[in-house]
């Protein structure tokens, strides 16, 4: 296999251990072994103090993908495989494409949603938004780039990097484009339950169309990252059956210890997603007072949903060298749009920590300094 380097993943492993602080992390503030422990019901915990560190089912832990079926409608354990996410998209990629299929991505994009397609010799069409109209995606557009050959449509909401989140209306528009041809579509919704008005979750693309799989697990949502636990959730039983076949030539399954923190953190799941929220909350009235006092360094479109925004830099230097010298001046590491294949204008900022407003700070000294 030929596949290009990961770039944001190789921006990480320079920085994220060594910086000292962090800007650009996609993730909510992570859970402690002892508070997640806490959470479990009595039967749970048993299973943890009980537990032999033994070989897993492969599609994952029967009581884990029936905890996990419960946040779906319409949708059985059976229909739910569990890996880490990443090895999720690999798996799924290399089940349903073949060299010459044509897919189309949301862009910018996590690259693994697009490079992985490309390495197998898929033609990939980026779906860009509109920054114009707070990064909405035109359907419209994506309208444009279908074609008789496009197999799989990959969507992200809300979505990494911006924070867009589409209506509800306009995402049954989107799959109705893809049903009216039968193209499959994978729904990356690795940020779902963390929109900054609950009311405005989407529905999961796994329950309104029977040709959808769903990516979610406990790496954003959950702030879960270290136990690297993710499904897929799809009615699509013979291509699930070819992700499991693949997955004896990867992980073959899942850390036993893993899994069964993972029915704690999924049985707790509502109480864990509002810890975050209201995080998140907080952090944003934070990113709205630096947003108003430095509207000459940046410009940003408030996100719905998720824990990261792509605010514009005005400041007059490339994305990427303005990174650079951040981390080298003062210790924290930004993420520049360019590790996004999104030219050289934009950054991500991370507002899932609880450390953000002191790094707020830190970064608004360094602007007073040396942009100012």
Request: aromatic content about 10%; charged content about 25%; some cysteine.
């Amino acid at each position: 296999m030929n596949i290009a380097p990961f770039a944001l993943e190789r921006y990480f492993s320079r920085h994220e251990f060594t910086a000292r602080y962090l800007l650009s992390c996609s993730d909510c503030e992570a859970l402690t072994l002892p508070e997640l422990l806490a959470r479990a019901d009595a039967g749970t915990r048993g299973l943890w103090d009980s537990l032999k560190l033994t070989y897993t089912d492969t599609a994952g832990h029967p009581l884990l993908r029936e905890a996990i079926a419960e946040i779906y409608t319409g949708i059985d354990a059976r229909d739910i495989v569990v890996a880490a996410p990443e090895e999720l998209i690999f798996l799924l990629m290399h089940a349903l494409l073949e060299p010459g299929h044509h897919v189309i991505t949301t862009a910018p994009a996590y690259q693994s949603l697009h490079e992985v397609a490309r390495s197998i010799g898929c033609e990939v069409s980026m779906w860009e938004p509109d920054e114009g109209r707070g990064w909405s995606f035109d359907l419209d557009r994506l309208e444009t780039l279908l074609r008789p050959d496009t197999r799989l449509l990959v969507v992200n909401f809300p979505h990494n990097p911006t924070g867009h989140l589409p209506s509800g209306d306009a995402f049954a528009a989107l799959l109705e484009l893809a049903r009216a041809r039968g193209i499959y579509v994978l729904s990356d919704e690795m940020y779902r339950f963390l929109e900054h008005a609950p009311a405005t979750t989407l529905p999961s693309a796994c329950e309104l169309y029977a040709r959808a799989f769903s990516l979610f697990g406990l790496s954003k949502s959950f702030g879960l990252p270290g136990l690297r636990i993710g499904w897929l959730v799809s009615r699509q039983a013979d291509v699930l059956r070819k992700v499991l076949e693949l997955k004896d030539y990867t992980t073959i399954c899942n850390s036993a210890p893993g899994e069964i923190l993972a029915i704690m953190a999924v049985r707790d799941r509502d109480d864990i997603f509002a810890g975050h929220r209201a995080r998140l909350q907080t952090n944003l009235a934070v990113l709205d007072r630096f947003f108003a006092d430095y509207a000459d360094c940046f410009s940003w479109h408030r996100p719905a949903g998720g824990s990261i925004c792509f605010p514009r830099m005005l400041i007059d230097a490339e994305a990427s060298a303005f990174c650079d010298a951040l981390v080298e001046r003062a210790g924290i590491m930004l993420v520049p749009s360019s590790l996004f294949q999104f030219g050289e204008r934009h950054v991500r900022i991370g507002y899932g920590r609880d450390d953000l407003a002191q790094v707020i700070d830190r970064f608004a000294a360094c602007l007073d300094e040396h942009y100012r």
